[in-house]
C-alpha cells in the first residue's frame, strides 16, 4: 500500500487551499472543497474495506452511493490543512443507504467533514448529469466578489454582464455565466438544495453576502472559473464610483465570443 500523504489528490488539496488562503479568499475556516475521486487510484492508498467510523449526511444522495470523495474538515483552517492534512481533511465514501458517509481516512482528531456538504454533493449530482467529467466542487470568500454582492443589482443577467465588461478575459472564461442566490442561512439543505438547481445551469454560482461556489473537472479549471470573476470584481470595485469613459461593448462581447469558440449566453447581450 502506497502512502496516503504521496497520493496526487492529498497534494493537491494542501496545495490548493494553502493557494486560496494566501489569496485571502478563506479567512479563518471560511471556504471549503470536495473533490470526487476515482475508486482504483484511492485503493493503491486505503484498504477500502475498513470504515473508520460513519457520519449521516442528514440527506439523501442515492446517484452518490459508492462514491468516493475527499472534502474539507468543518471548523478547520485552509492555511493548516498543508502542515496536518489527515486531520483537517478527510476521505469519504457514500454508503448503500445514500444518507451516511463513510470514512475512510482523515478527520482524526474526531471531526467531520464541512458544514456545507449539502451544497456540495448536490452540486456534485447537478454538475455529474451535465458533465461527467466534473470533479470539483468549491466554496470560497474572495473579497471583491463578495464586496460587489453590496453594491451590485443581484440579477443574473445583469451581474454576469457587468462582468463581461470589466475586462476582455471574463467572456471567453466563464460565456455561461454567473448563478445568483438571494442571502440564504448557509450550511442547510435548503441552500444546497438552490446551490445545486442553479448548478445545473451554472458551473459559477454567487451566494448575496457570502460568497461564491464554483464547479471544474480539475482544481485548475475550478480555481480558474473564481480567480477571473473575482478578478473582475475588482475592476468593478476599483472603478464603479469613477466616470466611465471606455466599455466593451455587446457586439465586441458578441466578436470575443465567436473569435474564441465559446458557447455564450446570447440573451445575456443587447443586440
Ligand atoms: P465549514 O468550516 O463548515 O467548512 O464552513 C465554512 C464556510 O465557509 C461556511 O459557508
Ligand atoms: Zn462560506
Given at each position: 500500500?502506497?502512502?496516503?500523504?504521496?497520493?496526487?489528490?492529498?497534494?493537491?488539496?494542501?496545495?490548493?487551499?494553502?493557494?486560496?488562503?494566501?489569496?485571502?479568499?478563506?479567512?479563518?475556516?471560511?471556504?471549503?472543497?470536495?473533490?470526487?475521486?476515482?475508486?482504483?487510484?484511492?485503493?493503491?492508498?486505503?484498504?477500502?474495506?475498513?470504515?473508520?467510523?460513519?457520519?449521516?449526511?442528514?440527506?439523501?444522495?442515492?446517484?452518490?452511493?459508492?462514491?468516493?470523495?475527499?472534502?474539507?474538515?468543518?471548523?478547520?483552517?485552509?492555511?493548516?490543512?498543508e502542515?496536518?492534512?489527515?486531520?483537517?481533511?478527510?476521505?469519504?465514501?457514500?454508503?448503500?443507504?445514500?444518507?451516511?458517509?463513510?470514512?475512510?481516512?482523515?478527520?482524526s482528531?474526531?471531526?467531520?467533514?464541512?458544514?456545507?456538504?449539502?451544497?456540495?454533493?448536490?452540486?456534485?449530482?447537478?454538475?455529474?448529469?451535465?458533465?461527467?467529467?466534473?470533479?470539483?466542487?468549491?466554496?470560497?470568500?474572495?473579497?471583491?466578489?463578495?464586496?460587489?454582492?453590496?453594491?451590485?443589482?443581484?440579477?443574473?443577467r445583469?451581474?454576469t454582464?457587468?462582468?463581461?465588461?470589466?475586462?476582455?478575459?471574463?467572456?471567453?472564461?466563464f460565456?455561461?455565466?454567473?448563478?445568483?442566490?438571494?442571502?440564504?442561512?448557509?450550511?442547510?439543505?435548503?441552500?444546497?438544495?438552490?446551490?445545486?438547481?442553479?448548478?445545473?445551469k451554472?458551473?459559477?454560482?454567487?451566494?448575496?453576502?457570502?460568497?461564491?461556489?464554483?464547479?471544474?473537472?480539475?482544481?485548475?479549471?475550478?480555481?480558474?472559473?473564481?480567480?477571473?470573476?473575482?478578478?473582475?470584481?475588482?475592476?468593478y470595485?476599483?472603478?464603479?464610483?469613477?466616470?466611465?469613459?471606455?466599455?466593451?461593448?455587446?457586439?465586441?462581447?458578441?466578436?470575443?465570443?465567436?473569435?474564441?469558440?465559446?458557447?455564450?449566453?446570447?440573451?445575456?447581450?443587447?443586440?
Amino acid at each position: 500500500m502506497k502512502n496516503i500523504l504521496d497520493a496526487p489528490f492529498v497534494k493537491e488539496m494542501c496545495a490548493t487551499t494553502a493557494n486560496m488562503y494566501r489569496l485571502g479568499w478563506d479567512e479563518r475556516n471560511g471556504g471549503n472543497i470536495s473533490c470526487l475521486l476515482d475508486e482504483k487510484e484511492v485503493g493503491e492508498y486505503l484498504d477500502l474495506e475498513n470504515v473508520i467510523r460513519t457520519i449521516p449526511t442528514g440527506f439523501e444522495a442515492k446517484e452518490l452511493i459508492g462514491k468516493i470523495f475527499i472534502v474539507t474538515g468543518t471548523g478547520k483552517y485552509f492555511k493548516n490543512v498543508e502542515h496536518d492534512p489527515e486531520n483537517n481533511l478527510g476521505i469519504i465514501r457514500i454508503a448503500n443507504d445514500g444518507t451516511t458517509a463513510e470514512l475512510l481516512w482523515g478527520y482524526s482528531d474526531g471531526g467531520r467533514f464541512t458544514s456545507e456538504l449539502p451544497a456540495h454533493l448536490m452540486s456534485h449530482i447537478s454538475r455529474l448529469s451535465v458533465n461527467p467529467e466534473n470533479r470539483i466542487i468549491m466554496h470560497c470568500h474572495p473579497d471583491y466578489t463578495l464586496a460587489m454582492t453590496q453594491v451590485h443589482k443581484m440579477d443574473e443577467r445583469e451581474i454576469t454582464r457587468t462582468l463581461w465588461k470589466q475586462m476582455t478575459e471574463s467572456i471567453v472564461v466563464f460565456p455561461d455565466g454567473l448563478g445568483v442566490l438571494p442571502w440564504m442561512v448557509c450550511g442547510t439543505n435548503k441552500i444546497g438544495v438552490a446551490t445545486a438547481e442553479k448548478m445545473k445551469k451554472f458551473r459559477l454560482v454567487i451566494w448575496t453576502l457570502h460568497g461564491i461556489y464554483g464547479a471544474g473537472k480539475d482544481f485548475d479549471e475550478t480555481v480558474g472559473l473564481i480567480e477571473t470573476v473575482e478578478k473582475a470584481a475588482k475592476m468593478y470595485m476599483l472603478t464603479a464610483h469613477l466616470p466611465r469613459l471606455n466599455t466593451i461593448e455587446d457586439s465586441e462581447l458578441k466578436d470575443l465570443a465567436e473569435a474564441f469558440g465559446v458557447d455564450y449566453r446570447k440573451d445575456y447581450l443587447d443586440l
